[in-house]
């Protein structure tokens, strides 16, 4: 079984960057394709990006396209988010997301296997 846990949120400004982390403990990480999602008060939780086992695949909401980047180095059992360019919209809880299969946007979230905490990102204008 894996476990993640999410790390990295803050407040900051319109404009700057931010990188989450999520580490996952068990052996197991490196089958797993991993992504991000977010929400906002009020707002249902939307995909941000994935990525598949081995890292050679990513896919990207729209809204943050060529802004983030999503990237895992298995030795590390870790999945990063690197957020640059962040706008007062990005403000949300992130959450880190881990499936046996592939996900992209059209995945239905509430499928996917396992989830963590979460880590708050405030962008302020």
């Known amino acids: 079984q894996v476990q993640l846990v999410e790390s990295g949120g803050g407040l900051v400004q319109t404009g700057d960057s931010l990188r989450l982390s999520c580490a996952a403990s068990?052996?197991?990480?490196?089958?797993?394709?991993m992504g991000w999602f977010r929400q906002a008060p009020g707002k249902e939780r939307e995909f941000v990006a994935a990525?598949?086992?081995?890292?050679?695949?990513?896919y990207y909401a729209d809204s943050v396209k060529g802004r983030f980047t999503i990237s895992r180095d298995n030795a590390k059992n870790t999945v990063y988010l690197q957020m640059n360019s962040l706008k007062p919209e990005d403000t949300a809880v992130y959450y880190c997301?881990?499936?046996?299969?592939?996900?992209?946007?059209?995945?239905?979230?509430?499928?996917?296997?396992?989830w963590g905490q979460g880590t708050l990102v405030t962008v302020s204008s």
């Open positions: 990525i598949n086992w081995s890292g050679s695949w990513t």
């Open positions: 997301a881990a499936d046996p299969a592939p996900f992209t946007s059209t995945t239905p979230y509430r499928r996917l296997e396992l």
């Open positions: 068990g052996r197991t990480f490196s089958r797993y394709a």
